[in-house]
């Protein structure tokens, strides 16, 4: 669950880490209001920054550095009419620019190998901290502190010493810098464990020329499997998707999967894909490759599923105008197969579907559901590459009807 960049920011901000002054503006009207508020108390340049989860918004041009109220209307109009990297950009940013001395990279990230979150520091702010690492790796500082205390500032320090005597040019007063990074860098680690992130980033963290330590820009990633804590967030994601006009900043399909509950990544093709366990459903997925199709989703139900879950399933799928028919590949071990027939069977009367639907299924109650398909009229595939075969010619015949 990717948040925005002023999400991001608020959630840093409530934790006492210093951002720029700043207003959302979902049209060029506002930005235009809100550059003016933030020029009557601040005095300076604004920046109007796209809002979108993803990076490369200044080389994409969806970031502006305006002086007046009129520019930044002018801009915002702009800015709003784009779509980077397949993202429509629904509102814009404007916040107060800064007088930057110095800038630093401060993330916090989970390392999957030692299972426990990696604080990174570098003195190369303003810069893709891939890229750094991967040329100058030297100028990268990592603590992994323990989980139970949280990084301390005697190892804070070590870490912005370490990296800061890399600096091409370390900022003015480094003392008073480390010292400052020592509250920061907790401040920042306590929002990771608190919302459960992922990822948690401040690049570039900007020394100011006043010496003050500001968030210039924020990237928060909150563990999707930890959604179901903080639906605050989840709930101001899904608003922000979808514009007045209707159109969405995210894939509408996958909004509306988060918020019945589903696993669901939405595809390209015609063939929808049903199963129960990833690595099942992404082998369903290559099955129908190989045969020649194109799936059009991939859709994990989960052990256990019961009847509703799979009705809902199948109605998630065909809301895809693209799905010519659906694959359904069950492997039962805690999920029955009685349970699902009767999900499907649910599922095409009540929603009338009256596309290809080719089920094959094993395991738990399997004869059970394969004589309730068969009594509905759905005769169930023997076995998987079967299924894949037989979802690829019927789709590919009602394409050729279409």
Not at 104 to 113: C, E, K, Q, S
């Amino acid at each position: 669950m990717k948040l925005l960049e002023y999400q991001a920011k608020q959630q840093f901000a409530r934790r006492g880490i210093a951002i720029p002054a700043g207003r959302l503006a979902r049209s060029a009207a506002e930005a235009e209001a809100a550059a003016r508020e933030l020029q009557r108390h601040a005095g300076t340049r604004i920046a109007v920054k796209a809002q979108v989860p993803i990076g490369g918004r200044g080389k994409a041009g969806g970031i502006a550095v305006v002086e007046s109220p009129d520019q930044a209307r002018r801009e915002a109009e702009r800015i709003l009419a784009m779509d980077i990297r397949g993202y429509p950009v629904r509102s814009v940013w404007c916040e107060t620019g800064l007088e930057i001395a110095n800038e630093l990279y401060l993330g916090i990230t989970l390392d999957r190998d030692r299972r426990r979150l990696v604080v990174i520091f570098s003195a190369a702010g303003g810069m893709d901290i891939e890229q750094v690492a991967e040329t100058q790796p030297e100028r990268i500082a990592k603590l992994w502190p323990d989980p139970f205390r949280g990084p301390q500032a005697f190892e804070i320090r070590e870490l912005a010493f370490a990296a800061l005597r890399q600096a091409t040019a370390p900022p003015d007063g480094t003392a008073r810098v480390v010292g400052s990074l020592v509250s920061l860098t907790q401040q920042l680690y306590r929002t990771a464990i608190e919302l459960d992130a992922m990822t948690c980033e401040i690049n570039p963290l900007v020394l100011t020329a006043a010496g003050d330590l500001v968030a210039a820009d924020g990237k928060l990633e909150v563990d999707e499997n930890a959604e179901w804590r903080h639906r605050d967030l989840a709930e101001e994601l899904a608003r922000d998707a979808v514009g007045d006009d209707g159109r969405s900043g995210d894939d509408p399909f996958e909004v509306e999967a988060r918020r019945r509950g589903l696993t669901y990544v939405h595809l390209d093709g015609h063939i929808g894909c049903i199963g129960n366990g990833a690595g099942l459903v992404m082998n369903t997925l290559d099955l129908v490759k190989q045969q020649g199709g194109d799936p059009a989703d991939f859709l994990d139900i989960g052990g256990g599923a019961r009847a509703d879950v799979v009705r809902n399933a199948l109605d998630m799928v065909l809301s895809d105008p693209k799905v010519r028919g659906v694959f359904i590949n069950i492997f039962g071990g805690i999920t029955r197969g009685d349970e699902v027939a009767r999900g499907i069977i649910q599922a095409r009367d009540e929603l009338h579907i009256d596309k290809p639907l080719v089920v094959r299924m094993t395991g738990t109650r399997e004869e059970e559901g394969r004589r309730l398909l068969e009594e509905a009229g759905i005769v169930p595939a023997v076995s998987a590459v079967e299924a894949a075969r037989k979802i690829v010619e019927l789709t590919r015949d009602a394409g050729g009807r279409g």
